[in-house]
């Protein structure tokens, strides 16, 4: 096929490089690419482009929380979980970053959004606190007022969009995950409001 579009190109590789060096395609990594934007008029969604990088894998932690505007701050990277090992990759989008998790734990509150004429796999807002409680050192609260302070005042979390979480979630991540004691103390947070 390759033959009748490209008389002049004897082999795929040579094309790549040739629609890649045209700037017609951007290579994400080895083997994926996507048509440039400028070329296609279509947005790319760097949500989508994570679950693709490396699967299976949704979109989590900073990354999600920022998606659902719960969170002020810019966020540097794209930051997913998988059952995989933890990776990272750079590319003309920015840096993605994978953080490994347990098959049991990877299922638990996920959610599909839209973007254009596809679907990416994104954390719920409370599976995304839970990862990045449980994939950042040093978070172990005790105490409520502890919690608090950390969603509050480093965390910057909208509170009021806290206040309408679901605790299942916290729960259910607490019985399979790390950090029991601290999910479970969000979990009786929410459940006592």
Do not use: W
């Not at 947005?43 to 989508?48: A, G, Q």
């Not at 932690?61 to 701050?73: F, K, V």
């Not at 347990?102 to 254009?116: C, M, V």
């Not at 910057?156 to 991540?173: H, P, T, V, W, Y």
């Amino acid at each position: 096929m390759i033959g009748n579009l490209y008389p002049n190109i004897v082999g795929k590789s040579q094309k790549i490089r040739s629609l890649e060096k045209a700037e017609e395609i951007i290579r994400l990594k080895r083997g994926l690419y996507v048509v440039n934007p400028q070329v296609s008029d279509v947005p790319i969604s760097t949500e989508l482009i994570a679950n693709h990088l490396y699967g299976p894998s949704y979109v989590s932690m900073l990354s999600a929380l920022r998606y659902y505007g719960l969170i002020p701050e810019a966020v540097q990277e794209m930051q997913s979980l998988t059952v995989k090992h933890s990776r990272t990759f750079e590319n003309r989008f920015g840096v993605f970053r994978y953080l490994n998790c347990p098959a049991d734990y990877f299922s638990i509150g996920l959610t599909q959004q839209k973007t254009g004429d596809a679907y990416f796999v994104l954390a719920s807002p409370e599976k995304a606190l839970c990862d990045l409680i449980v994939h950042t050192s040093g978070l172990n609260f005790r105490y409520q007022k502890e919690c608090l302070g950390f969603l509050e005042q480093d965390l910057r979390l909208d509170m009021e969009a806290f206040g309408g979480m679901n605790s299942g979630i916290f729960r259910q991540c607490a019985a399979v995950g790390k950090k029991t004691n601290t999910l479970n103390l969000i979990a009786k947070i929410l459940e006592n409001e």
